[in-house]
């Protein structure tokens, strides 16, 4: 059953997708953080977990992977040609245990409601072949912002919010979450033996010096966890 968040949040996605880009550049700095995370894509299979227009999915099928989708917005889904796609909560996978050879969330554990980290996680490690590999990729609350790198970025984030330029109008039931990497990662924990974080660089972040030497300034995070020695679940 899908829950009053995710109905929110699919319904904020249905109403805003002209917003969101239908590719990813080959040379994305977060889609070369994923092939570096989880290797060689040629052959695998691959859940890309709120997939949005395909743009990840699709980049990874030019490389030779089997890529599935799933997202609860309808008009993001309309417009994944080319994906093998369904419509679906991450909280409850449609697919069999040990299907896929790695998971994928390029920013979307942000929109999930707190306290159902848990939940896509398990189900996450569930569908995942044994040594298969999560990799999340997600707004790390430790950032700074790549134009003023003397504010933190969720400082920014929250004012842009109050002026009503952010994704939810700020009085609304749903936030975009950001987390604190060690905090996901110890949830991560639970479900996976290896977990490690690794601090994306960005091309406006390059610029700057601050974000060089100090790769926990940056904005995007992420996470792989490989299910071998996982928990029980």
């Not at 009053?4 to 080959?26: G, I, M, N, Q, Y």
């Not at 743009?55 to 994906?83: C, K, P, Y």
Request: aromatic share 10%; net charge positive.
């Amino acid at each position: 059953m899908i829950s009053a968040h995710e109905t929110e949040v699919t319904f904020r996605f249905d109403a805003l997708h002209w917003r969101f880009k239908a590719s990813v550049d080959p040379e994305d700095y977060r889609l070369r953080g994923i092939r570096n995370a989880i290797g060689p894509v040629d052959g695998m299979r691959i859940l890309d977990l709120g997939c949005g227009k395909g743009r990840f999915a699709r980049a990874l099928q030019e490389l030779g992977a089997e890529v599935t989708g799933i997202d609860l917005s309808s008009a993001m889904l309309s417009e994944a040609t080319g994906v093998d796609r369904v419509r679906g909560s991450a909280r409850r996978l449609p697919f069999r245990s040990g299907c896929f050879d790695a998971v994928l969330a390029v920013e979307v554990f942000e929109h999930l409601e707190p306290g159902t980290w848990q939940e896509t996680l398990s189900e996450a490690r569930r569908v995942l072949a044994p040594r298969g590999s999560l990799a999340i990729v997600d707004k790390s609350l430790a950032s700074w912002n790549a134009q003023r790198p003397w504010v933190p970025s969720a400082l920014l984030k929250r004012i842009d919010e109050r002026r009503g330029r952010w994704m939810y109008p700020a009085d609304g039931p749903v936030r975009e979450r950001w987390f604190w990497p060690s905090k996901l990662r110890k949830e991560m924990q639970r479900y996976f033996a290896d977990v490690r974080i690794v601090h994306l660089l960005s091309p406006d972040e390059e610029e700057h010096m601050l974000f060089r030497k100090l790769p926990t300034t940056r904005l995007m995070a992420l996470w792989v966890a490989r299910a071998d020695g996982g928990a029980d679940v």
